[in-house]
């Protein structure tokens, strides 16, 4: 007996080592925080909104594309839009003791007890596109939505010649994005005597939510010259609702410029789109949040640049 049991004994031991050795020292799972910590890489977590809108897909593939240029370990969770997914989310985040955290909030105001419990904890935390509302963070990144919001009511009017019957898709209430490019649309358009703003509804960001919220208001209004969509995917909805009510001559502005709106230009179904460079917000998430997690210090607000798309 002691002959076979020991063979077998030492067999298992050395496959157990084997298989030991096979992961290596300090590895673990992709995205793994305990990785991180044996391997010496500064591990951030990006906490975004959606990845079911290609806006932040490109966001998260630009923070990716740099997380790898600086080694950083990049830990990514989808909120799909619900605020309470997102706050379990970036709950397990300050769980793996991430050094950063780099939050797309779905709700601006509804991530602020999570932020704080972050901060409380020695987590450094940078908003992306949307701020913070109700607790500080490290630093903003983004495209002033405001100066977007003007941008695209200024080219609307000057489309349709200063005047004309116009309709407003909203992204989620709550969110910064929101507020604040619907803010810089009505500086322009609300001083105009000529504008009549016939409808002004939420869509959330969502394509499939701007054809069926567009289909409704063009039951009660078919006299529509011009729209703006607090996005890109909500002015395609629009667009697809548009074209197939038979409406012509309809000046659609979305914000953006993901890769369907700018094909959507070429193509001359959508009249302008304002870009915001989403991969340049993440790029500059991750080297952000690399310099604060090396102790050095990062501006509050950090701009990028706008452009407007157009026909």
Same mark, same amino acid.
């Given at each position: 007996?002691?002959?076979?049991?020991? $063979?077998?004994v030492?067999?298992?031991?050395?496959?157990?080592i084997?298989?030991?050795?096979?992961?290596?020292?300090?590895?673990?799972?992709?995205g793994?925080?305990? *990785?991180?910590?044996? !391997?010496g890489?500064?591990?951030?977590?990006?906490? @975004?909104?959606?990845?079911?809108n290609?806006?932040?897909? %490109?966001?998260?593939?630009?923070?990716?594309? %740099?997380a790898?240029?600086?080694?950083?370990?990049?830990?990514? @969770?989808?909120?799909?839009?619900? $605020?309470?997914?997102?706050?379990?989310?970036?709950?397990? &985040?300050?769980?793996?003791?991430v050094?950063?955290? &780099?939050?797309?909030?779905?709700?601006?105001? =509804?991530?602020?007890?999570?932020?704080?419990? *972050?901060?409380?904890?020695?987590?450094k @935390?940078v908003?992306? !596109?949307?701020?913070?509302?109700?607790?500080?963070?490290?630093?903003?990144?983004?495209?002033?939505?405001?100066?977007?919001?003007?941008?695209?009511?200024?080219?609307?009017?000057?489309?349709?010649?200063?005047?004309g019957?116009?309709?407003?898709?909203?992204?989620?209430?709550?969110?910064?994005?929101?507020?604040?490019?619907?803010?810089?649309?009505?500086?322009?358009v609300?001083? +105009? %005597?000529?504008?009549?703003?016939?409808?002004?509804?939420?869509?959330?960001?969502?394509?499939?939510?701007?054809?069926?919220?567009?289909?409704n208001?063009?039951?009660?209004n078919?006299?529509?010259?011009?729209?703006?969509?607090?996005?890109?995917?909500?002015?395609?909805?629009?667009?697809?609702?548009?074209?197939? =009510?038979?409406?012509?001559n309809?000046?659609?502005?979305?914000?953006?410029?993901?890769? !369907?709106?700018v094909?959507?230009?070429?193509?001359?179904t959508?009249s302008?789109?304002?870009?915001?460079?989403?991969?340049?917000?993440?790029?500059?998430? @991750?080297?952000?949040?690399? +310099?604060?997690?090396?102790?050095?210090?990062?501006?509050?607000?950090? $701009?990028? $640049?706008?452009?407007?798309?157009?026909?």
């Amino acid at each position: 007996m002691k002959r076979i049991l020991t $063979p077998l004994v030492a067999g298992i031991l050395a496959f157990g080592i084997a298989a030991c050795s096979k992961q290596g020292p300090g590895s673990a799972p992709a995205g793994d925080a305990s *990785a991180a910590a044996a !391997d010496g890489k500064v591990t951030v977590g990006l906490a @975004v909104s959606t990845l079911n809108n290609p806006f932040f897909v %490109e966001l998260r593939d630009g923070a990716a594309a %740099e997380a790898k240029k600086q080694g950083v370990n990049l830990i990514t @969770v989808d909120a799909q839009d619900d $605020p309470a997914k997102q706050q379990a989310s970036v709950e397990d &985040l300050i769980q793996k003791k991430v050094s950063v955290i &780099l939050i797309n909030p779905t709700d601006s105001s =509804a991530v602020a007890n999570v932020v704080k419990e *972050a901060t409380s904890k020695g987590i450094k @935390v940078v908003s992306l !596109d949307r701020s913070v509302n109700g607790a500080e963070v490290s630093a903003h990144i983004a495209s002033d939505n405001i100066a977007g919001g003007v941008m695209a009511g200024q080219y609307l009017l000057d489309k349709l010649g200063g005047k004309g019957r116009i309709v407003e898709l909203e992204g989620i209430a709550g969110s910064s994005a929101a507020r604040e490019r619907g803010e810089g649309f009505h500086q322009v358009v609300d001083k +105009k %005597e000529g504008v009549k703003l016939l409808a002004k509804q939420p869509a959330d960001f969502d394509r499939a939510k701007g054809l069926s919220v567009m289909e409704n208001i063009i039951q009660g209004n078919k006299d529509i010259q011009g729209v703006f969509a607090h996005n890109d995917e909500m002015a395609l909805g629009a667009v697809k609702a548009i074209q197939a =009510a038979g409406l012509k001559n309809v000046a659609v502005v979305g914000f953006d410029a993901t890769p !369907d709106a700018v094909a959507a230009v070429k193509a001359g179904t959508l009249s302008a789109t304002v870009q915001q460079q989403p991969a340049l917000i993440g790029q500059y998430g @991750v080297q952000a949040a690399k +310099k604060l997690a090396d102790g050095q210090k990062v501006d509050k607000f950090i $701009p990028v $640049p706008l452009n407007l798309v157009h026909q």
